[in-house]
């Protein structure tokens, strides 16, 4: 399953088979700072990933 | 429709305060939400002349869309103002973005920028500020983005200022103020900023009060913004950013705690702005004229320490 985490502008392999709240607590992020994007649609955290999906983890934090 | 599409349009994309949103019904709850601030609070009236503070970020590019939605509804005039500080790789995109929206959606704007204004761009005077004067980017940047917010608008014959300070701005602001100490500050937050009117200050309303961000980041993608991610290289220096950060995780971990801050807060605003209102008539810096907190104002201050030369707008001297 491949993670962008775009607040660090990286992407990383993970194991699917998980929610997306699992996915969030194992990568240390606080699920209220982001939303969650599964091959190119917004889901909630609850929602089960797959290995095959592309997972976008896009920051609601911006400005200054 | 396909079944593919049909699917997409019943998936949940939001769940907050024990309800859950498709597309659709987010899109409709969030634009309802916002008109609904505009008009209980009085934030947008018939006979103003609204100018919309839009730095090209999420939080302003949705305040710019929905004012410009309702003013066009009310045949209410308005148009778009952008300070571009001169953060190199933060400011430049986000001015493009913004650029590419107000053509898109037939928006009049203007591009004010320190550059041009103070002789400076942020990028240039930041180091010099904090090795000489010990004072952070974001505190000079907040003192001359304001005051050019301000002196801009009010040259450009605007009634009202629109800013897309959000329900997390707030509440970031208000944690600071209290910590700091200082309810005289708090008494000026609120959907209508300020305490007294001056004619010094375009009154400053903010439509976005109630929205958290991360209900505007999804708006600005359901509706297809181009907006990017952006996150000024300064903010790490700041005190709101620990504010900030203490306060997501409080809303992990107790869901509202956000919404119960501010709904607190605006049950005793009136209160706070009664108590710091004064007949008092502002200071006028005895350097520029404008209001001041004392006999010379943080700009004129910052002009002396930092070197900044100040222009006037002259016919599109921006």
């Known amino acids: 399953m491949e993670v962008f985490i775009e607040k660090e502008q990286r992407t990383i392999s993970e194991q699917g088979n998980c929610t997306g709240a699992e996915l969030l607590k194992k990568l240390g992020i606080n699920a209220t700072t982001i939303l969650l994007v599964r091959n190119g649609e917004v889901i909630l955290e609850e929602e089960h990933l797959d290995d095959s999906d592309t997972i976008q983890i896009l920051s609601v934090v911006s400005g200054g | ?318």
């Open chain 2, 1 to 318: 429709m396909s079944q593919e599409i049909a699917q997409q349009e019943e998936r949940l994309v939001y769940k907050a305060h024990g309800k859950a949103y498709t597309k659709a019904q987010f899109l409709h709850y969030y634009e309802r939400k916002v008109f609904k601030t505009i008009t209980k609070y009085n934030l947008i009236q018939k006979d103003d002349n609204v100018c919309i503070a839009t730095s090209g970020g999420k939080d302003s590019i949705t305040v710019l869309y929905l004012t410009a939605k309702y003013c066009k509804k009310h045949d209410i005039p308005f148009f778009a103002l952008c300070i571009d500080e001169g953060i190199a790789h933060y400011r430049d995109h986000t001015v493009e973005d913004l650029k590419a929206f107000c053509t898109a959606h037939t928006i009049p704007h203007t591009i004010v920028s320190f550059k041009v204004r103070f002789g400076a761009a942020l990028d240039e005077i930041r180091e010099k500020a904090m090795q000489e004067y010990g004072k952070k980017p974001c505190t000079v940047c907040g003192i001359l983005r304001r005051a050019l917010l301000n002196r801009a608008s009010r040259e450009l014959k605007a009634t009202k200022l629109v800013t897309g300070h959000n329900m997390d701005d707030e509440a970031q602001s208000l944690l600071m103020n209290l910590v700091l100490g200082n309810m005289r500050h708090n008494a000026s937050l609120g959907p209508v900023t300020g305490i007294n009117t001056s004619k010094h200050f375009t009154p400053r309303v903010k439509p976005l009060y109630f929205m958290n961000e991360k209900e505007t980041r999804l708006y600005c993608l359901l509706k297809g913004f181009a907006v990017h991610f952006t996150e000024c290289p300064n903010i790490s220096h700041s005190f709101r950013a620990v504010v900030r950060d203490s306060l997501n995780d409080l809303e992990l971990q107790h869901e509202g705690a956000k919404n119960g801050l501010i709904n607190a807060f605006m049950e005793i605003m009136p209160l706070l702005k009664e108590k710091y209102r004064s007949d008092k008539q502002f200071t006028i810096c005895t350097r520029c004229g404008e209001a001041s907190a004392g006999a010379v104002c943080n700009v004129c201050r910052l002009q002396e320490e930092l070197d900044l030369k100040i222009e006037e707008i002259h016919n599109g001297n921006t």
